[in-house]
C-alpha cells in the first residue's frame, strides 16, 4: 500500500509548481495565478483530495506546456528572420 502524503508533502509540491498554500480556520486553500484553485479540509480525505489535485493541476500545466511549444514564434521575430535571409 502507498504511504499517505503529508501536509508539508503537499505544500512542498504546491510549491513546485508554484500555487498559493494557505491555511484558514481548520481548511487549505491552494491557488495558481490563472485562477485554478482548490479549498480541502484538513483531515485524511481532504489529504488524499489535495494531492489528487495537484497531480491534475500539474498534468494540465504540462499539457499546457506542450501546446505553447507548438506556438509559432511571434511576428517580430519572423520578421527579423525574413531580413536576415534577404
Sequence with gaps: MQEQPTWEDIKQEAANLEI???????AVWMEKYDSVCGWFQQSLAGR????????????AIEQRDQFRSLDPP?????????LWRR
Design 20 to 26: 498559493w498554500f494557505g491555511e484558514r480556520a481548520g
Design 48 to 59: 488524499q483530495a489535495a494531492w489528487t489535485w495537484l497531480e491534475r493541476t500539474r498534468q
Design 74 to 82: 511571434p511576428r517580430r521575430r519572423m520578421f527579423l528572420r525574413w
